[in-house]
């Protein structure tokens, strides 16, 4: 009878894994107000878990019901990542031969679509499924883009006369699971590919390195950082160029437009195989900056940005100016300081190098290069870092947010004197991706971000 604990715990583990998976195809669902939601089938391999019971007796009519916690790893051929899964069942077995289980799941660390949490319903009959399980089905629920999910395990081996699940224990599953498409962010454009992830990377690094007006200041390949940390996530490098006879006036018109610049480009390839480029269009800049008097610089940036999509993809790609607009200042915390832009800003950078886990990407000094074209910007300098541990669970929740990753500080000097350091809230960034249950980390993210602002002060 201890059979069906085990096997309960192991569909309970395909119901949670189910959850940060890559799919390998798609079909069409129904929902229940008869609206078309797209939807998956997945196949899942692999399980092993330690058991603890905590909790056994007897009926008074008969039935056997047992509590148990497991705790156990498991991974999907088609997940988008990894974890420890900890649940809580309750299975009643009946003296007739039926089976009642009832459990709650969680999935630590956090999956690509949120929180992992659910309740399991499920239930089997007959000693056939004591002994293999096959046929067994559970259904439950997830959280932000996935809707429901259902699994169906066809078949399991291990040890069936240890009482809990133990390391030789397997299993093979196969389920579908409906889903939320995701939107663009607030003024982005995002565009898919034709191209496979690698090819749409390469194709775009080679049209900025080819033109002449054009500068690579960095790639940032997400994923390799996030491996670099132990961690799992999906495709998802960004590129940073700029032209700064472009970039120039527009921070001329308003200095905090340089935590924008220079511009990003970035490629992801999403839970279900699918390859995008995505990219700010000029009306984000251009409300959350008040930039005023700059509309033919800012209508040249959405062409180029649309001619450099289109080879990433392999489409035509129409420029886009409007995709959304924000209020002045959204997002922006200002911190002012009595210290020039150049004292304050080596302050911080010395801090960001001082801290392990933070990796300085670049450093960009707007005004050298406006100069370097024979243009005049006072003082306005962009230091570019992360850490990887914080950044890489954003991403999972939604690899979009890479286009405000990674953290920026930009400082600057204005007409009367004033020095600022600025940064991106990260409760606004969250906002804007729609990412939530990442309350923890965020409000890391704001404390670091503050005092490394108060080191420039």
């Known amino acids: 009878m201890l059979r069906v604990a085990r096997v309960v715990s192991v569909v309970v583990a395909v119901l949670a894994t189910s959850l940060g998976f890559i799919g390998v195809s798609h079909a069409a669902a129904t929902g229940k107000a008869g609206r078309e939601r797209p939807s998956v089938d997945f196949d899942i391999t692999g399980f092993r878990c330690e058991s603890k019971t905590t909790g056994r007796h007897v009926t008074r009519h008969g039935s056997v019901v047992i509590n148990s916690t497991e705790r156990g790893f498991t991974e999907s051929t088609i997940a988008l990542m990894a974890g420890t899964m900890t649940l809580k069942t309750r299975t009643v077995i009946r003296p007739n031969g039926s089976e009642r289980v009832t459990g709650h799941w969680t999935l630590e660390p956090h999956a690509s679509t949120g929180a992992i949490r659910g309740v399991l319903r499920g239930s089997s009959t007959g000693a056939g499924a004591r002994a293999g399980a096959d046929g067994f089905t559970a259904t ?170 289109g080879v990433a993809t392999g489409t035509t790609v129409e420029p886009v100016f409007d995709a959304g607009t924000v209020r002045a200042g959204a997002g922006l915390v200002e911190v002012p300081t009595d210290r020039s832009a150049a004292d304050a800003f080596g302050a911080i950078v010395t801090a960001l190098e001082a801290a392990p886990p933070v990796n300085v990407a670049f450093t960009v000094e707007h005004d050298r290069n406006a100069a370097s074209v024979g243009l005049e910007l006072r003082p306005t300098k962009l230091v570019v870092f992360g850490n990887p541990s914080l950044g890489t669970v954003l991403m999972q929740t939604d690899q979009s947010v890479a286009l405000d990753l990674p953290q920026k500080i930009l400082v600057s000097t204005d007409a009367d004197g004033q020095t600022t350091i600025a940064y991106n809230d990260p409760d606004a960034v969250a906002a804007r991706h729609r990412i939530r249950g990442q309350d923890e980390v965020l409000d890391i993210l704001a404390g670091a971000l503050a005092n490394f602002a108060a080191a420039g002060t």
């Not at 809990?164 to 093979?172: E, I, R």
């Open 140 to 309: 439950g629920r997830g959280v932000r883009a996935l809707r429901g999910v259902a699994v169906r395990l066809t078949g399991t081996t291990g040890n069936a006369t240890t009482e809990g699940c133990k390391a030789d224990l397997s299993f093979a599953g196969s389920g579908t699971a409906t889903y939320r498409e995701q939107r663009a962010p607030v003024g982005a454009v995002v565009v898919t590919s034709t191209k496979s992830f690698s090819a749409s990377v390469a194709d775009l690094t080679a049209a900025i390195e080819a033109n002449p007006n054009l500068r690579l200041v960095e790639t940032v390949d997400h994923q390799a950082a996030a491996a670099d940390r132990g961690l799992v996530l999906a495709p998802t490098t960004e590129l940073f160029f700029g032209n700064p006879n472009l970039g120039t006036p527009l921070m001329q018109a308003s200095q905090t437009t340089g935590i924008d610049l220079p511009q990003k480009m970035l490629i992801w390839e999403d839970l279900f195989g699918t390859v995008h480029v995505g990219y700010n269009a000029p009306s984000y800049l251009q409300s959350r900056h008040d930039i005023v008097g700059a509309d033919g610089q800012l209508q040249t940036v959405a062409n180029a940005l649309a001619g450099l999509a």
